[in-house]
């Protein structure tokens, strides 16, 4: 499939934020998260987490209408 240079951009996008996230959700695992990290900066990293979830669920919803409308 061929893609517009937007919607490539889009894709990179995602595809960095997912990695992005996996090294997140990779720290949550460790120790340094578990013991080192303060109750406050954890929860907002958690938070985090999940707002990062969400628009990566947008951004494939936005690629799935690139693939539609070709």
Request: glycine content about 2%; overall charge neutral.
């Amino acid at each position: 499939m061929n893609y517009q240079p937007h919607e490539l951009r889009v894709i990179k996008e995602q595809i960095d934020l997912d990695i992005k996230l996996l090294a997140l959700d990779a720290f949550f695992l460790t120790g340094m998260f578990k013991e080192n990290t303060p109750a406050r900066e954890r929860s907002l990293l958690l938070r985090q987490a999940d707002i990062m979830c969400v628009y990566s669920a947008l951004l494939g919803e936005r690629i799935n209408l690139f693939k539609c409308a070709a």
